[in-house]
């Protein structure tokens, strides 16, 4: 029962159309969303997660360095 091209009316070929468009929508909208995680939505998290880790290691040296500052300023007294 299929037909062909040329034996469509106008409206069957608008609605046929009118599908396909949604279809492609449906389609480059879930493009978009994985894109967007691993492209700049995944560079942005990556980055926000080196710059915490960068600050722990750091608060964690200075903090060991703060105790060594305050054990010799105590022994000097």
Do not use: H, P
């Not at 009118?18 to 969303?33: D, L, N, S």
């Amino acid at each position: 029962m299929s037909k062909n091209v040329s034996n469509l009316t106008n409206e069957e070929l608008l609605e046929r159309q009118i599908r396909q468009f949604e279809e492609y929508k449906q389609q480059e909208k879930a493009k978009k969303k994985k894109g967007w995680l691993f492209g700049c939505g995944g560079c942005l998290v990556l980055l926000i997660l080196i710059i915490i880790g960068i600050t722990a290691c750091t608060g964690t040296f200075v903090n060991e360095v703060d105790k060594n500052i305050n054990k010799e300023s105590s022994e000097v007294k």
